[in-house]
């Protein structure tokens, strides 16, 4: 009997050891997340609200938001219009992939390129993921390679959606999203500090609201970060370079990393260049 006591009394000691390892491994709220260093939700909110007025190309529509920190725990989300039946409700959660994507797959520029004199770090936007994950692109798979967590995605209740206390915030996302909208974070030193995630119209007018966005929080400092773009004042701006395809499908990029150009698209050249 004493035996089985101190059998039972260890096999408890290790389980609780156990889960709370696995509890402190998965516990990024709180100080465990660099969220207090990110715009929070109010003020994505009245970046989004700007943003949205400002551009005038695409459907016109309200919008979602989101801000993912560099580890893509979700850290605000916010939506434009009289209510949060005034969007898309399926943009909600596509806003965050957008996010989760732009910082997932961007660098700052602490991360050297390799090559003389090349630029430092490289910035991706969602748009530019577009040709390369088609089929025969460079990274075909990429789209199915982190799956959203539907735990996160679909907690309640709806009723806090786009609040201050929306049940994503403070968990981890995930997903992959390869088309407009999702831009990484830079702050002063060209240092990524996450991601922005916009939803809500076409791509293109996505990709120039979360321009604009990112531009209103001040987080645009990738002046001299690599991109694929072919502008240096713009490295992860949208690249219209695919040739359409006349016997149907997806045309071919020129560069590999274009995107299609969407109803009612403005030039995208004519977006605000970023920051030093």
């Not at 096999?11 to 390892?21: D, N």
Request: aromatic letters at 6%.
């Amino acid at each position: 009997m004493y035996k089985r006591s101190l059998y039972q009394a260890a096999t408890l000691a290790v389980a609780l050891t156990f889960t709370m390892g696995v509890a402190m491994a998965d516990d990024d709220n709180g100080d465990r997340n660099d969220c207090k260093n990110l715009p929070d939700q109010s003020a994505l909110k009245a970046a989004l609200a700007a943003a949205t007025a400002a551009e005038t190309s695409g459907l016109n529509n309200q919008m979602w938001g989101t801000i993912v920190d560099r580890n893509g725990i979700v850290c605000a989300v916010a939506f434009t219009g009289a209510n949060r039946g005034a969007q898309w409700p399926g943009s909600r959660i596509i806003s965050a992939q957008k996010a989760n994507t732009a910082n997932a797959f961007s660098l700052d520029s602490s991360s050297s390129s390799g090559g003389s004199g090349q630029p430092n770090g490289l910035s991706l936007s969602t748009a530019n993921l577009y040709a390369a994950v088609q089929p025969g692109g460079s990274l075909f798979g990429l789209q199915a390679s982190n799956p959203v967590d539907t735990a996160v995605a679909y907690k309640g209740p709806s009723s806090r959606f786009g609040t201050a206390n929306d049940p994503m915030e403070g968990n981890r996302i995930g997903g992959v999203n390869v088309f407009g909208g999702g831009l990484a974070l830079y702050g002063p030193g060209k240092i990524i500090a996450g991601g922005v995630g916009v939803s809500g119209d076409t791509s293109c007018a996505d990709h120039n609201i979360a321009w604009r966005v990112r531009k209103n929080l001040g987080l645009d400092h990738l002046m001299g970060v690599g991109g694929v773009s072919g502008d240096a004042a713009r490295p992860d701006n949208i690249v219209f370079d695919i040739t359409p395809n006349p016997f149907g499908g997806t045309g071919v990029s020129a560069g590999g990393f274009g995107h299609p150009a969407c109803l009612n698209t403005s030039g995208s050249s004519t977006l605000p260049p970023v920051q030093p």
